[in-house]
């Protein structure tokens, strides 16, 4: 008998949380990096959520509380998602988790087993085929194309669902591509999906970047389709749209009360609840004319810095980067960089054991990080059955303008430095 269970080799990571020791050890040895690599906006909290749960604290709000989520906050989610989504909302069916995060695993425990599928987005956010193997489902992964925008049509939909499709991830406005959706592509989807699912197939529609949005885009859901409030689960959270990652509250509208109960009763196994002081600086967040206003100022510095970005980035000879209608990630394709560098053939000679853990635009990406002092993450940092064919790095660009402008002259520095590259290979560290 070993130590671990046999499911306990099956689940992966997110690896966005593996470079942080990198640059914290190369940061140690007195290297500067940019890091384009973070999850998470590069803005404070807005003050009056700090001043809401600081008085919270001081009210000796700091004890168990109600593991669905406080009824205050509940009901403002509630509210919040009724008048933005055009649907019916009751507090009774939100439930509060710590993060958005959770109920991605927590829905796959709850939904799926062995024959089950899973249909997700490749590229996308990686927790979602993280968890399949883990809970004995299939994963069928639904590649987003380049050529289409990374965009997500019926049509595309349409071969990967059957009767065995239990669960499937949308995610608009999408991580890492910075796609959203229209209301007749969602009209268009949702059509397809009743055509080919089961009545009980449930959608989980990954909104927690729903107020981050540029150029007059609008955030749509998959609920507000006619029909689709009975199979959709709405999810969303505090970390992208009030800076908070660290704040841990995210929660989902769930289609009954009965499967929220079902979700209630897994917090109080997994968590007993989520801080309720913090659920109080989120509630205020919801409900006050302050927190849009702290969005917008948030989301006008992502625009400009987007546009530094992309334009930097398309001016590098081997680099294509699509310009992202929302988030705050850049996704390029560096296909060009990863041939002008000799990528490809130092990636085809490396010993099997090293390919197999190893892709091109993971060597761009080490090799962009130990010797070039930036940090981005590779394609298959998005979802790996599948990704063989795709070279793409994404860039955050929650960081500061000024590193942002040395990241992109550190980047076309790397993209001609073949024979820096050949020296990365030669030395054989960090090929993974
Ligand atoms: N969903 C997507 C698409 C994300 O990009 C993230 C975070 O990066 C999450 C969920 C998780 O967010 P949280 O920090 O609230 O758990």
């Known amino acids: 008998m070993g130590l671990y269970a046999d499911r306990a080799g099956l689940i992966d990571s997110e690896n966005a949380f593996k ?29 009056f959520i700090k001043e809401e749960v600081k008085r919270q604290i001081d009210l000796d709000n700091t004890h168990y509380c109600d593991p669905q989520g406080i009824p205050s906050l509940r009901a403002a989610i509630a509210r919040q998602l009724a008048e933005t989504r055009g649907i019916r909302a009751e507090a009774e069916r939100v439930v509060v988790f710590p993060g958005g995060k959770p109920p991605i695993g927590l829905c796959q425990q709850t939904y799926c087993g062995p024959g089950d599928e899973v249909v997700y987005p490749s590229p996308g956010f990686p927790i979602y085929e993280s968890f399949i193997p883990y809970v ?7 590649h987003l194309k380049e050529e289409n ?4 049509s019926g049509a595309e939909l349409a071969p990967v669902l059957s009767e065995k499709t239990k669960l499937i991830f949308l995610n608009f406005p999408s991580n890492p591509t910075g796609g959203v959706a229209s209301p007749e592509q969602l009209q268009e989807i949702a059509r397809v999906i009743r055509a080919r699912c089961r009545a009980e197939v449930r959608i989980f529609s990954d909104e927690i970047y729903e107020h981050i949005l540029f150029d007059g885009h609008a955030h749509h859901s ?28 995210g929660w989902a509208l769930f289609p009954t009360r009965e499967e929220a109960e079902v979700f209630k009763n897994l917090n109080i196994n997994y968590f007993s609840c989520t801080a309720a002081y913090n659920q109080e600086g989120v509630r205020l967040g919801l409900e006050s004319p302050e927190g849009p206003a702290e969005i917008k100022k948030m989301v006008d510095a992502f625009r400009m810095r987007r546009d530094l970005v992309v334009d930097g980035l398309n001016a590098i000879p081997g680099i294509r980067c699509l310009k992202p209608k929302a988030t705050f990630y850049v996704f390029p394709n560096v296909e060009g960089v990863c041939r002008n560098l000799g990528i490809f ?14 892709s091109p635009s993971t060597l761009l990406q080490m090799f962009l990080l130990f010797v070039h002092g930036v940090a981005t993450l590779d394609r298959k940092s998005f979802g790996r059955i599948g990704a063989e064919p795709y070279h793409f790095l994404r860039l955050s660009i929650a960081t500061g303008t000024e590193e942002l402008r040395k990241g992109l002259a550190r980047i076309a520095e790397a993209a001609g430095d073949r024979e820096g590259f050949r020296r990365f290979i030669e030395k054989g560290e960090h090929l993974f």
């Open 345 to 358: 053939d130092a990636f085809a000679a490396l010993p099997a054991e090293i390919r197999d853990r190893t």
């Open 222 to 249: 998959i609920a507000s389709c006619p029909g689709m409030e009975r199979n959709t689960i709405i999810v969303s959270g505090a970390s992208k749209s009030f800076a908070w990652t660290g704040g841990r509250i």
């Open 19 to 47: 470079m942080g020791p990198y640059i914290r050890s190369l940061e140690a040895q007195g290297r500067d990096i940019v890091k384009c690599n973070i999850g998470e906006p590069d803005f404070p909290v807005p003050a």
């Open 136 to 142: 004995g489902a299939t994963p069928v992964p639904l």
């Open 149 to 152: 925008a990374f965009s997500l």
